[in-house]
C-alpha cells in the first residue's frame, strides 16, 4: 500500500511538473513576441496579403476585431469576393460563381464563432475559456528542434455531432516561437487528414512579432502559400461592413 501511494505521489509530481512546464514555455513565448499584456491591449489587426495557390497570385485583405468581427477581402479578376465576414452573430460570404452574398449555416457559423473567441492567440487567458494544454515532449519539424504542445479547445459540432478540437503546436526550441500547428480535418474531402500551417519570417510590428510568410495546407501534400506585405494595428473600421447587406440580396432576387 505504501509503494501504491509512494507511485500515485510521483506520478502526481510528474503531471504537475508538466503542466508547469508547457505554462512556462508559453510563458516564454509570450514574452518573446512582446508582452502577454501588450497583446491583450491590441483591438484591432489588418493585414495585406498576398496568396500563391496553384501557380496564381492574387492580394487578400484580412480584418479582425477584438470584439469578433472579422472579414477578408479577396480581390480577384478585377473584382472583390469578401469570404469569412463575421459580425458577432451572421457569418457570410459572396458566392464565388454568382457573386450575391450568402450566409452559411447555422453549424459553421457556430464553429466560427468559438474560433472568434482566440482573436490574436487562442492560448491567451486559456484556462478561463477552459482550454487545456499539455506538453507531450520533443518532435523534429522541417529541420528544427521543436516542443509538440496538445492544446484542447471548445467542442466543434461536425454533421450535427460535437466532435474534440485537439491542436498540436510545435515551439521551437531555441526562441519558444510556434512554427506549426497540426490538426486533423473534420469535413470534406480531406476529412481524416492532417492540416498543418507552417509559420516563419517573424517581423516586429509596434513591438509585436508576427510571422509573415505562412503555409498552409494538408500534411505532406499541397499547400497555400500566404506572404503578409503589411500588418496594421488598432485600424480604424467602419463596423457597417460586417454588415450581411439583406437589401442587396432582396433586391438581385426580385
Known amino acids: 500500500m505504501k509503494k501504491l501511494t509512494l507511485l500515485l505521489f510521483i506520478f502526481s509530481i510528474s503531471f504537475i511538473s508538466q503542466a508547469q512546464t508547457a505554462d512556462e514555455i508559453l510563458s516564454n513565448y509570450f514574452e518573446n513576441i512582446g508582452g502577454l499584456e501588450n497583446l491583450k ?3 484591432g489587426v489588418k493585414m495585406s496579403t498576398t496568396v500563391n495557390q496553384m501557380g496564381m497570385e492574387f492580394p487578400v485583405e484580412i480584418i479582425q476585431l477584438k470584439d469578433g468581427k472579422q472579414m477578408s477581402t479577396v480581390k480577384f479578376q478585377g473584382k472583390e469576393i ?4 463575421f459580425d458577432g452573430e451572421i457569418l ?9 452574398p450568402e450566409k452559411s449555416d447555422a453549424e459553421t457559423t457556430a464553429n466560427f464563432k468559438l474560433e472568434a473567441n482566440d482573436f490574436m492567440d487562442p492560448f491567451i487567458n486559456y484556462k478561463d475559456k477552459g482550454y487545456t494544454v499539455e506538453l507531450l515532449g520533443k518532435e523534429t519539424i522541417d529541420g528544427a528542434d ?6 484542447v479547445k471548445e467542442p466543434v459540432t461536425v454533421d450535427g455531432n460535437q466532435e ?3 491542436n498540436y503546436y510545435f515551439f521551437d526550441t531555441e526562441n519558444y516561437i510556434p512554427i506549426a500547428v497540426q490538426s486533423e480535418i473534420k469535413s470534406g474531402p480531406e476529412k481524416g487528414k492532417v492540416s ?3 509559420f516563419s519570417d517573424y517581423q516586429e510590428v509596434d513591438g509585436i512579432y508576427f510571422p509573415f510568410s505562412i503555409k ?3 500534411k505532406d501534400g499541397q499547400s497555400v502559400a500566404i506572404t503578409i506585405n503589411s500588418i496594421e494595428l488598432n485600424p480604424s473600421v467602419d463596423a457597417s461592413m460586417f454588415i450581411f447587406p439583406e437589401e442587396e440580396t432582396s433586391t438581385e432576387g426580385k
Request: proline residues 0%; hydrophobic residues 35%; without cysteine.
Open 92 to 100: 457570410w460570404g459572396h458566392n464565388f460563381r454568382t457573386m450575391k
Open 216 to 218: 498552409q495546407g494538408v
Open 41 to 43: 491591449n491590441i483591438e
Open 164 to 166: 474534440e478540437s485537439v
Open 146 to 151: 521543436t516542443y509538440k504542445i496538445k492544446l
Open 82 to 85: 469578401k469570404q469569412g465576414v
Open 196 to 198: 498543418e500551417i507552417m
